[in-house]
């Protein structure tokens, strides 16, 4: 049993933490504003449930501020919306994040200018941008390259014969991630080596959103073929 | 049997070239300079044959000026450099694009600044500048995303079991296209929509470059798995 932080109330945070639950951890899911958050009768962006049913249904999971929920966990993972992440990381206490993990599986997506953008462009990512601003982190970039639904039930495409890329700098880190993602019901698992491989794991989003408008479904996956 | 005519004379075209050689069609080649192409005894990039002896292998292609070529071509194929292709196609005489197929399997690769970037960045790329800059031309997106080897031997990676994605604004235009996609041995064709998904397309040559370089291959596709 592990205690993992789960840093995001959305869909990706809320089906994390459930995965998370089902599979017996101790979960701690952080917001900026808990008092906000646990009133939020309506529903949440991209399917999210209202986040008072969901913390109704999920009676273990703590809902804390970020820094609190940072500061009670080992393993985190940063399921806020990927513009917003360094500040969310910030508001820790440093010591609080001291050599832990750090899963990131964001996307720094800009719609600013009417398109999808990415804010780092495709020579640096946010898996990059987080490490570099927090250094005592080890980053590992997963799961952002299919959605929330995927990520936790891959078995849900394909029968599970799809490709989980991840990336990161610390190797013991990412033996750490791979576990976790095989608990999740990944079978295939391919390290694309250290974080700046973030950049090519956030510039697929772009395909991933284009295959996801035409194809009318976000229910789907890459496999890597060699 | 299509006459077609292959902008480029690096590894990409000459793989195409062969291809459609192989398979019966009357095949050109431009360049810019013909004379000094055709002299051409070192070794290109990325591993194209030197280009005199390449010829000599090829006696049926006809190499000649960009101009010459897309005049004496039914379908096009941009395998010229990215950032080159507009110039490509600008050497042309208007009237001989006139409603011409133009596969483009070009990927905007910008290294000016050491590493790899997208030269349109994320909302824009290659396929839609072409389509944009010669809209009588009927460009189609196709290729780009495997290395030359993969693109006419799609067999040679996985049993052939992976994903070729297309995209352009002409349905008639992509028919042809898939058709001669089966007959190079590809038979998944996924049809992304007009060639606004060309920046998806292009914006995953980030990950493809990282995979191949931390698996040491370029032998390797993408399956859609839904």
């Known amino acids: 049993m592990t205690a993992y932080g789960v840093l995001g109330t959305g869909v ?51 809902l804390a501020t970020f820094a609190d929920t940072i500061a009670a966990s080992e393993i985190l993972i940063n399921a806020s ?3 917003a992440s360094v500040e969310v990381l910030r508001s820790a206490r440093m010591e609080d994040l001291e050599n ?36 005592n ?10 959605s929330a639904s995927v990520m936790i039930d891959p078995g849900a495409v394909g029968a599970g014969e799809h490709t989980a890329f991840i990336a990161g700098n610390h190797d013991a880190a990412k033996t750490v991630v791979t576990t976790l993602l095989f608990s999740f019901g990944w079978r295939d698992v391919r390290d694309l080596g250290d974080i700046a491989a973030a950049r090519g794991m956030e510039a697929y989003l772009v395909l991933w959103a284009r295959a996801r408008e035409t194809f009318g479904t976000s229910m789907f996956s890459v496999k890597l073929v060699v």
């Open 100 to 135: 832990k993990i750090l899963i990131d599986v964001g996307n720094p997506l800009d719609f600013a200018s009417g398109q999808l953008d990415l804010v780092p462009g495709v020579t640096d990512s946010l898996g990059e941008t987080l490490q570099r601003e927090f250094p």
């Open 12 to 62: 990706v945070g809320q089906a994390i933490a459930h995965k998370l639950t089902s599979l017996g951890h101790e979960v701690g899911m952080g917001t900026r504003d808990v008092a906000a958050a646990r009133s939020r009768t309506e529903q949440g962006q991209a399917g999210a449930q209202p986040l008072a049913s969901w913390l109704a249904e999920h009676p273990h999971v703590e």
């Open 137 to 146: 982190v080890r980053v590992v970039k997963a799961l952002n390259m299919v």
């Open 81 to 83: 919306a990927g513009p």
